[in-house]
């Protein structure tokens, strides 16, 4: 468990922060800029120290200011990946790698073949840091911060200054990280699509406090959230369990709470996949829809209807029902936006049976087979 009890004046900007992330696994500090995301990793990282608190890390006390501890950063066994890759320019990628394994304080527990392969460096080993583009120089800045044998990796906007293709080529190396690799991370981002691909607990900042935190598929619902959002990303997240091929269109069949949904995707059963459901491409039925192009629909009960502004937003509980669709145990929820007038007319309040037709499914991450994420 990483435990943070923090506060920090800098100027006017005044920080104090309380969370735990369990570990391993990505905690994705997400907010808008000027939150004191980049002020609490500097905390954690002990480049910054706190006027008050406490930071742990499993039974490894970084900072207790109660009782005057404050390990310096170099012994603290943490790994920093910054906006920029601060490479050395005057040597080649192996050289950089090579200079971060001697560094470290600690016998490898990470390989440097390990490393090489699992963000695919071998072909890049023999080049100059001018020769690489910028999604190669943040792979090989990753790289090196493995290789220092850390305990916990940093990870501030390693993607911001890269442009879309830079980021989608960089992102699956992260992914792999979090998937096959121990160390808990936290990654700081502003740009949702990145924490919905990489985190497994949300810490939601603003104006240097924590706003709400938890796993992705509750924050993903959170109010708080939708404020710090574009509303067309505002939706749920949830895990589905790839049970097996549709036969006649090929299709992977998902099981989504009580009901499936079919996704262009190729997983073998068993795996674990994160989806998003926008609110903006869920149609509501009051009967079970027939004779629709749609194919991928899900039935549910209502569970809240809320104003949000022009629109509704209606939350539907997708869990478990019972044989005549009247109960739900608590299962995973979606969210559809609906005109005022269509919840008028339709009807719609808390335990009204409901149908959630999908329009489109965004797959959001992959996990390994049998498995699951938070």
Known sequence: M??????????????????????????????PSGCGKTTLVNLLAGLLRPDRGRVTLD???????????????????IGYVFQDARLFPHLHVAANLRFAERRAAHAGRIGFDQVVGMLDLQPLMARRVHQLSGGEKQR??????LLTQ??????????????????????????????????????????????LRLATHIVLMQSG????????????????????????????????????????????????????????????????????LLARDIIVATQKPRFLSVRNHLQGIVTAVEDDGASDLISIDVGTRSAGGA??????????????TATRELE?????????LVKSVALRGVTSAGSRRE
Not at 166 to 172: A, C, F, G, T
Not at 350 to 355: D, L, S
């Open 2 to 31: 990483l435990t943070v009890r923090a506060a920090k004046q800098r100027g006017t900007f005044q920080l104090d922060v309380c969370f735990d992330s369990p570990t391993p696994g990505v905690a994705a500090l997400f907010g």
């Open 348 to 356: 719609l309040a808390p335990a009204k049976p409901v149908w959630a």
């Open 209 to 276: 406090r924590v706003a709400a935190q938890g796993g992705i598929g509750a924050i993903s619902l959170d109010r708080r959230l939708r404020a710090m959002i574009d509303p067309d990303a505002v939706g749920a997240v949830v895990d589905g369990t790839v049970i097996g091929r549709e036969p006649s269109g090929g299709l992977l069949r998902v099981r989504i709470g009580s009901g499936e949904l079919q996704l262009d995707a190729a997983s073998p059963p068993g795996t674990t996949l994160r989806v998003q």
């Open 140 to 145: 090989v800045a990753i790289g090196r911060a």
């Open 59 to 77: 039974d490894t006390v970084f900072c207790d200011t109660d009782l005057r501890i404050d390990v310096p950063t170099e012994k603290r066994r």
């Open 150 to 195: 850390p305990r916990l990796l940093l990870l501030d906007e390693p993607l911001a200054s890269l442009d879309r293709d830079r980021r989608e080529e960089v992102l699956p190396y992260l992914e792999t990280l979090r998937d096959q690799l121990a160390i808990p991370m936290v990654y700081v981002s502003h740009r949702f699509d990145e924490v």
């Open 327 to 340: 109960g739900s145990d608590g299962g995973p929820s979606i969210l559809a936006r609906i005109t005022k």
